[in-house]
């Protein structure tokens, strides 16, 4: 196990074979009563924001206020969609091979499942004791970078265009995440050397393929439980006819309706702490369909593994956080179950 592989999952049912499998109900431990029970706001017109990359060149005509937009979606919602970000082709070709992915026996599928006490592979990620509510999906979880620390053994050899599609997918994900962290930086009035290099040099990513069953009982699961994401910042691809993302605005859930073509960014907890509280990473959660699978693609970015996570310097007025090694802040988030945003909680002061 490498140091940023956290501690492993138990084993639990594939729920993907389990959903194919003429069930006499639901087995109780995915049952989850808070998600029939929960406020839904439904409302049209409360959407995240739409960010368009076009115009956060410096030169455009729109550029101030584009980068006003940026650090108030920031601020406001930690979620957001990026439109015009030059990617889409890697989008729908790391789609592609996800879906594939799924489509193969399970037998093959397994070819790649979680070793013992890792966190990287295809199973299930943060399932802690026997008594656990289990999240109604499966995943496939790889850290492609830094490139030293890929686990090639748990990379699928099937379908055979699967490893350098998300070798693309990894390098160009990262290259569009870096160029947010540095406008981020600017907004934040960070010093954006010291924060872009955090990340430019060995910056760290995980990417999880979520794969959600159909449920015939969707209203009493959840794909995956309220959680904020760990890393600093995220972005992940969902379907566009297959809605399933909510996020928590105003102790509501609010559905998240896609935006063709766009890439949902969010901010994690780790830039949370960087910018010490002044852009929050944001609850949120995944329901399932009745009738179809539903796909998403994370990709969790984070610094280098030898940088403190901690407030900026020159940010820090009133010090809201702990100073953790990275190397401990990544085992912590392992050490815990998905419960909304406990582990900032924790480096509280
Ligand atoms: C995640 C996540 C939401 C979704 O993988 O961290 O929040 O819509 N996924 O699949
Ligand atoms: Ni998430």
């Known amino acids: 196990m490498t140091s940023n592989s956290g501690r492993g999952s138990l084993p639990v049912d594939n729920v993907q074979s389990l959903a194919s499998k003429n069930l006499n109900g639901i087995p109780p431990r995915y049952i989850r009563e808070e998600a029939e029970s929960d406020d839904l706001l439904d409302n049209k017109s409360l959407q995240i924001p739409v960010i368009d990359m076009n115009q956060l060149v410096v030169g455009q005509i ?20 990026l439109i015009n970000h030059g990617i889409l082709e ?47 999906g499966d995943m496939l979880y790889l850290l492609p970078l830094p490139v030293s620390h890929r686990k090639m053994n748990l ?17 160009t994900l990262k290259e ?14 960070a010093d954006p050397q010291k924060l872009t290099a955090m990340f430019h040099h060995d910056g760290t990513q995980g990417i999880r393929m ?32 297959i809605h399933g993302l909510q996020i928590k605005k105003n102790q509501q859930w ?24 002044k852009y929050r990473s ?26 403190d996570i901690c407030p900026l310097p020159e940010l820090v007025k009133d010090n809201m956080f702990k100073t953790v090694s990275h190397q401990d802040f990544i085992k912590m988030v392992f050490n815990k179950t998905l419960d909304g945003k406990g582990l900032l909680d924790q480096l509280k002061l």
């Not at 979520?210 to 959840?222: D, M, R």
């Open 282 to 307: 944001i609850e949120h959660r995944a329901v399932v369909n009745n009738e179809k699978e539903r796909i998403s693609i994370a990709a969790f970015h984070s610094p280098n593994l030898s940088t």
């Open 210 to 241: 979520n794969y959600y069953p159909p449920c015939t009982q969707p209203n009493k699961v959840l794909g995956i439980a309220p959680h904020s994401d760990t890393s600093a910042l995220t972005l992940i691809q969902v379907n566009e006819d």
């Open 155 to 171: 990379w699928p050899k099937t379908p055979s265009s699967f490893r350098p599609t998300l070798d693309e997918y990894s390098a």
């Open 62 to 81: 729109g550029y101030q206020d584009e980068m006003k937009r940026l650090h108030l979606a920031c601020q406001d919602w930690g979620f957001f969609h």
């Open 90 to 136: 890697e989008i729908e070709k790391m789609k592609k091979v996800t879906e594939e992915f799924f489509k193969l026996p399970l037998e093959e599928r397994m070819l790649c499942a979680q070793p013992p006490n890792c966190s990287e592979g295809y199973g299930q990620a943060f399932v802690l004791s026997e008594d656990q509510k289990l999240d109604w």
């Open 254 to 277: 609010v559905p998240i309706k896609p935006v063709p073509g766009s890439i949902i960014v969010n901010i994690g907890d780790a830039m949370e702490i960087f910018s010490n509280g």
């Open 176 to 189: 569009l995440t870096n160029k947010l962290i540095s406008l981020m930086a600017e907004n934040l009035k």
